[in-house]
């Protein structure tokens, strides 16, 4: 559904972002169009998808700042459900709602896990998560069987500027908007199944993510 061929091109990665820029980032919502250093590329802000995030997802974007940069804890790895599962989750969720399935709910989410294992190593990671990171995915391993919803949500984020370099007509944009608005409300419908009470107490800095069982 016009997600092209799923190459990452966005403005060049700021190794810092992270802490208050994430966490601006998140409370601004969709405000970062003039202030992203993208605006001098070809494309017109105007044409930027928006994504309105529920509010309740939007605090657990900012517990999560907090709790890997603020508390030092991570999200206990491998997660269940992973990405993964939860968009397995929301295709049989479509499924049964609408009666069949559809090849745009299908691309949209073929797109949304290219998309997540492409950006998750590049700028959806905190600094304190790197470790755990190249402790956790082996080379032939996709983020999206490895990380949860914590991490996915964090692309919906960046979605709006990744998007913008793809050559979408704007009636695919609108309806593809839809539906992206559509998989949020999922994620939150299912907000105390699929996303973590609670983080690992292991301490960030020390990248301790894998193999701990309890």
Not at 6 to 15: E, I, N, Q, S
Not at 77 to 102: A, C, F, H, Q, W
Not at 187 to 209: C, M, V
Request: glycine share 6%; net charge positive.
């Amino acid at each position: 559904m016009g997600w092209g061929t799923c190459v990452l091109r966005y403005p060049k990665p700021d190794a810092k972002v992270d802490k208050e820029e994430q966490k601006n980032n998140v409370a601004k919502g969709k405000k970062r169009k003039s202030d992203s250093g993208i605006e001098k590329d070809n494309f017109s802000a105007e044409k930027l998808v928006k994504i309105q995030i529920p509010s309740t997802l939007k605090k657990q974007l900012v517990d999560d700042w907090e709790y890997v940069t603020q508390q030092d804890k991570l999200v206990k790895l491998p997660r269940s459900p992973n990405v993964d599962d939860i968009l397995t989750k929301y295709l049989e969720y479509r499924s049964k709602k609408d009666g069949m399935m559809t090849d745009s709910i299908g691309e949209i989410l073929k797109g949304i896990r290219c998309y997540f294992d492409k950006a998750l190593p590049v700028m959806l990671l905190y600094k304190k998560e790197r470790q755990q990171y190249h402790d956790s995915v082996e080379n032939d391993t996709s983020p999206s069987t490895i990380y949860g919803a914590e991490h996915l949500l964090r692309l919906f984020v960046k979605l709006p500027e990744l998007l913008a370099y793809v050559n979408i007509e704007e009636e695919t944009l609108t309806r593809m908007q839809q539906k992206l608005l559509d998989f949020l409300k999922f994620l939150q419908k299912n907000q105390s199944t699929f996303f973590l009470s609670a983080y690992d107490e292991s301490r960030a800095s020390e990248g301790k993510g894998k193999g701990k069982d309890d």
